[in-house]
């Protein structure tokens, strides 16, 4: 998930593209200003409107989309209408700024925010939509312009931003707010712009923004090249598998392995390095070697000494980064991404990550010890290592509390899933999700659902919903938009939820684990943020708000899926319809806090070294293997619980700046979220309709007002770790 600075409607949509892995970035052409008006003296006395005109009616891009609540229209959207769709929508947002700067009218509210806000609608919206197919359906011709454009657009972006008539515009009525006549939302966008442009670099002077501007630039290249290369070295590899190899996985792993052969060409069923497939099969294949081949690809994407390799990259994103902050005045990269977020400093959020890795690495070499003894049992004689623990563990987990994970899946169909998220969201906003075949998407696997009020039936926006892995498509799950909710227009937002499941075969269910039905709900959890956003102005909207603070809207819908007043109704069996029994479902729960000492730790472990990097002084002279060992040793990480991610596949922390310095964000948003969830059950109902109308307030208000202040106004008070260590087993429950 992602939060942008904010730069105006577009220019937050261009630094959100050429910025953060969820949306790589959108391109621009090569031709100038002068070109267009050569053009425009050519035909044949044709005015300037009548010319854009007529390109606009030429490029989709640039047309008036007559779709269904404005939806894009991708059957129409070719690769090459990106570029001059850019290149002409650059050159209006230009000229939009240029006037605003340029006004010789004293600033006002009107003439400098509210122009802000409306400048570069095109640009946002091309920027939307070419992120989003970047990220979920991409292609060499995509690829390249992608390359190509991040830089030019990172210049367009910093060209806003370092733009001193524009600054000193917004200066001037951050220093008269108080004198004018705002309401609260006005001057919260004064003030929000006021602070990003200060940290976007508007008060450098002379070579200083110059080499600001540089650095934007190379870093949005570096970014797109470090997720191109991620993703292209997690396609090279594939792992072989024989009907005897399938015969000792799960039928539903085993119908994933075929189709992705299928998929690729290939004439024999494979583990690729999506996540979805690599985690089942560590989890349930007997056969160790094989682990071990997926475990070692999977954990050294871009980290093989070769084209795609990211070493290079991380030195060198860390590098400019530490430039950057420098420039700011900011000791670290650290200090200065921090300075933005709820945490402050960077030794706040390193002390809530140290508080909690204690009693987290406690848990899990007591895990260790389980699984050292099944191996053990096994005649296994070597130490346990990262290959070993999802299937060892997974023994431990059905004689502990006799499950058996096919059992369980059995009643995790996706379908109902689905359901079970809509009729959460219903019970606790009052929205409603009808599917609508009508409305185009850019891929067959994705589903359009139009939203509206279940009260009256107004429309909230469209949701889609992309749920299988395939080729092109970056890994993960994530939240973004093909369009903000603007209360000047009156838009409503257009919000996508990406998935990676494994694809069943033609005529089977899609059965998926407790996991990923979690991260189901946590999407549409960001996805929510984004539908429910009630805000005037749409640098306000939705998400965006500080790093530590986005998640906990995601993370806090989580704890409905685990609910059985949920389960027992959308858990059924995929063949019967039956529901889940009552005693399974008791020991479903009753797992919940198993492995939470290796899921910790291989998050702290990320998050850590993350903040390491971004405190560090010389990062010329990193040895990425090296630092990411010193880091874990240093902490005492077991040597079988490596990284969540590791540096050269870290595209949260290096395709963007999204979670650099900000991984802990998971964490603190944990903090948030069990508080949070636990006032539904204080008020004994977990869709108690008092405390939902507070959380809807936190879901649709924004960043109009600050993080801290909305979850107080939602809990009564700041929060308390204890609700997260007592989740996940680290305390006792009081009582």
């Not at 990220?135 to 733009?163: G, V, Y």
């Not at 369980?408 to 809509?422: C, G, P, R, S, T």
């Not at 926006?461 to 009156?490: C, E, H, V």
């Not at 999204?658 to 948003?669: C, V």
């Amino acid at each position: 998930m992602k939060t942008h600075l904010y730069l105006g409607a577009a220019a937050a949509a261009i630094a959100l593209a050429a910025c953060e892995p969820n949306d790589p970035t959108p391109p621009a052409p090569p031709e100038t200003a002068q070109a267009e008006t050569d053009a425009q003296q050519d035909a044949n006395g044709m005015d300037a409107a009548n010319a854009a005109d007529e390109t606009a009616q030429a490029n989709p891009l640039l047309a008036e989309w007559n779709t269904p609540h404005g939806a894009p229209p991708f059957s129409q959207i070719q690769p090459d209408h990106f570029i001059p769709a850019f290149e002409a929508a650059m050159e209006t947002h230009r000229a939009e700024i240029d006037a605003i700067a340029t006004n010789p009218e004293a600033p006002t509210f009107e003439n400098t925010m509210l122009a802000l806000e409306n400048a570069g609608a095109d640009l946002g919206r091309i920027s939307r939509v070419f992120g989003n197919l970047t990220s979920s359906a991409s292609n060499d011709a995509l690829d390249a312009i992608q390359a190509e454009m991040s830089p030019r657009l990172a210049r367009h972006s910093s060209a806003i931003t370092l733009n001193a008539d524009l600054f000193a515009r917004i200066d001037t009525l951050r220093q008269r707010s108080d004198e004018l006549d705002l309401t609260p939302e006005q001057s919260r966008l004064i003030e929000v712009y006021h602070e990003n442009y200060v940290r976007a670099g508007a008060q450098l002077e002379g070579e200083d923004r110059e080499r600001f501007a540089e650095i934007r630039a190379e870093l949005a290249s570096l970014y797109t090249e470090f997720s191109q290369n991620e993703r292209r070295d997690s396609e090279l590899w594939t792992l072989p598998l024989s009907e005897d190899d399938l015969a000792g996985l799960p039928s539903s792993l085993a119908s994933a392995a075929r189709a992705a052969g299928e998929t690729r060409g290939l004439d024999t069923p494979v583990i690729t390095l999506q996540r979805s497939m690599v985690e089942p099969f560590l989890q349930r294949s007997p056969n160790r070697a094989q682990r071990e081949a997926v475990w070692t690809a999977f954990y050294n994407r871009g980290n093989n000494d070769n084209e795609f390799d990211n070493k290079d990259n991380v030195r060198r994103i860390l590098e400019l980064r530490l430039e950057l902050a420098n420039l700011l005045g900011f000791e670290t990269f650290a200090h200065f991404r921090t300075a933005g977020t709820m945490a402050g400093t960077p030794e706040a959020a390193q002390g809530l990550m140290e508080q909690v890795w204690a009693p987290a690495r406690a848990r899990a070499l007591e895990e260790q010890a389980d699984i050292e003894t099944l191996m053990a049992r096994d005649g296994i004689e070597d130490d346990v290592m990262g290959w070993d623990w999802r299937y060892y563990t997974e023994q431990v987990r059905a004689e502990r509390f006799d499950l058996d994970e096919n059992q369980v899946k059995a009643y995790i169909d996706l379908e109902n899933m689905i359901a079970a998220q809509f009729y959460v969201a219903e019970r606790l906003f009052g929205v409603r999700f009808t599917e609508r075949t009508d409305i185009e998407a850019y891929h067959e696997d994705v589903r359009v659902w139009e939203v509206t009020r279940a009260d009256n039936g107004e429309v909230v926006g469209l949701f889609y919903g992309d749920y299988f892995a395939r080729p092109g498509k970056r890994s993960g799950a994530w939240m973004s938009s093909f369009r903000p909710q603007n209360g000047i227009t009156g838009e409503t937002p257009i919000i996508i939820n990406n998935c990676n499941y494994n694809r069943p075969a033609e005529g089977e269910p899609a059965l998926i684990s407790f996991t990923d039905a979690t991260t189901l709900f946590h999407e549409l959890g960001h996805g929510l943020h984004g539908l429910l956003s009630n805000t005037q102005y749409p640098s306000l909207a939705g998400t965006s708000v500080d790093r530590d603070f986005v998640e906990f809207p995601a993370q806090v819908l989580e704890h409905w899926f685990t609910e059985p007043e949920v389960l027992e109704r959308f858990a059924l069996h995929y063949e019967t319809g039956e529901p889940m029994p009552r005693e399974l479902l008791d020991r479903v729960l009753a797992a919940q806090n198993f492995n939470q000492g290796f899921s910790t730790v291989e998050f702290l472990n990320s998050g850590l070294v993350d903040m390491a990097y971004h405190r560090n002084t010389d990062p010329a002279a990193i040895d990425v293997g090296a630092f990411e060992t010193e880091i874990l040793t240093r902490y005492g990480s077991p040597q079988a619980i490596p990284m969540r991610h590791r540096s050269t596949h870290f595209l949260h922390v290096f395709a963007g700046e999204g979670y650099a310095s900000g991984y802990y964000s998971y964490l603190w948003a944990g903090v948030l979220d069990n508080d949070g969830f636990d006032a539904f059950v204080e008020a004994g109902d977990i869709f108690d309709p008092q405390t939902a109308a507070r959380l809807r307030a936190v879901f649709s208000s924004g960043n109009t007002i600050p993080a801290m202040e909305n979850f107080v106004n939602f809990r009564g008070r700041e929060p308390s770790v204890d609700p997260l260590l007592r989740s996940r087993g680290f305390i006792e429950a009081e009582g």
